[in-house]
């Protein structure tokens, strides 16, 4: 089976910085897209940015000139550099990683624990 690991998480405040990074283990043949979701209560799961296996990367508009998605393919991990940081961007954070399990050209997403995301004003 895979594992994912998110770490980084905290509490800042408004116009802070935070680094978050999630490590994928376990039965990993390959990876495609690696991606954040936050989640803040009372609200839906929404997508913040994603990066392709080649690298592009995609931003939400929320996220878009404040964030910067990257990836290590070596390593299985991703990062999300969040800056300017808002009360508005409290929520959990939630990483999601397709994994290629074996030689089959398919993929399976996998979510981590979620990683706990505070900015106060």
């Known amino acids: 089976q895979v594992q994912l690991v998110e770490s980084g998480g905290g509490t800042v405040q408004a116009g802070g910085s935070l680094r978050l990074s999630c490590s994928a283990s376990?039965?990993?043949?390959?990876?495609?897209?690696m991606s954040w979701y936050r989640q803040a209560p009372g609200k839906q799961r929404e997508l913040v940015a994603d990066i392709k296996s080649g690298g592009i990367p995609g931003y939400s508009d929320s996220a878009k000139g404040r964030s910067t998605i990257s990836r290590d393919d070596a390593k299985s991990t991703v990062h999300l550099q969040m800056n300017s940081l808002k009360p508005d961007d409290t929520a959990v954070y939630y990483c999601?990683?397709?994994?290629?399990?074996?030689?089959?050209?398919?993929?399976?997403?996998?979510w981590g624990q979620g990683t706990q995301v505070t900015v106060s004003s």
């Open positions: 376990g039965s990993i043949f390959g990876i495609g897209t």
């Open positions: 999601k990683v397709g994994v290629q399990l074996d030689a089959r050209p398919m993929l399976r997403d996998y």
